[in-house]
T-cell receptor
Framework: GENVEQHPSTLSVQEGDSAVIKCTYS??????FPWYKQELGKRPQLIID?????GEKKDQRIAVTLNKTAKHFSLHITETQPEDTAVYFC?????????????FGRGTQLTVWP | NAGVTQTPKFQVLKTGQSMTLQCAQD?????MSWYRQDPGMGLRLIHY???????DQGEVPNGYNVSRSTTEDFPLRLLSAAPSQTSVYFC????????????FGNGTRLTVT
């Protein structure tokens, strides 16, 4: 099945700096790559997603890039703010016989210091 | 529109007890799933369903049962609780097809003593 690896596991930045989280996946049939943000004690919520026919997608301060050849995708947060502090999860959809299943990375704890 | 509703929010069980975690969604989503979240392990899929009457195992299915008699409901049953099942459990739903966002419930924090 799909294997998603996420790095780093923790990331601390100063307010206003940029943050980058990287993920790799193993199944070349995967075609959907969402990112979720989970604040302490809350449920994961979708912040941005990208499909395999697109290389980059932006939504205000966040962007995701996808390199299907290398099988990696990244989350970029610019002008970070304290409210960006959370755990971020990447995920990849399964292909083949398990189409539709999402496999998650282990998460990145992002801390933004004021 | 309530989205995905999970009950209870908290539960404490003794080893060997059984219980059912409830999950209901009102978005007419065909795809529903259960995840457990443990520190440093991310979200691991327990069971999932692509429609009423159809269920399948995820990555960590042992010790859990599911059924899907209606589109709206997807309960998770712990047959004989063990301390290793102490975790936070999330139910999630989406449209089918493999490229639709998952909508998560608020989670159930389960402690097994």
């Amino acid at each position: 099945g799909e294997n998603v690896e996420q790095h780093p596991s923790t990331l601390s930045v100063q307010e206003g700096d940029s943050a980058v989280i990287k993920c790799t996946y193993s199944d070349s049939a995967s075609n959907y790559f969402p990112w979720y943000k989970q604040e302490l004690g809350k449920r994961p919520q979708l912040i941005i997603d990208i499909r395999s026919n697109v290389g980059e997608k932006k939504d205000q301060r966040i962007a995701v890039t996808l390199n299907k050849t290398a099988k990696h995708f990244s989350l970029h947060i610019t002008e970070t703010q304290p409210e960006d502090t959370a755990v971020y999860f990447c995920a990849a959809s399964a292909g083949g016989s398990t189409l539709g299943r999402l496999y998650f990375g282990r998460g990145t704890q992002l801390t933004v210091w004021p | 529109n309530a989205g995905v509703t999970q009950t209870p929010k908290f539960q404490v069980l003794k080893t060997g007890q059984s219980m059912t975690l409830q999950c209901a969604q009102d978005m007419n989503h065909e795809y529903m799933s259960w995840y457990r979240q443990d520190p440093g392990m991310g979200l691991r899929l327990i069971h999932y369903s692509v429609g009423a009457g159809i269920t399948d195992q995820g990555e960590v299915p042992n010790g859990y049962n599911v059924s899907r008699s209606t589109t709206e409901d997807f309960p998770l049953r712990l047959l004989s609780a063990a301390p290793s099942q102490t975790s936070v459990y999330f139910c999630a739903s989406s449209y089918p097809g493999g490229d639709s966002p998952l909508h998560f419930g608020n989670g159930t924090r389960l402690t097994v003593t």
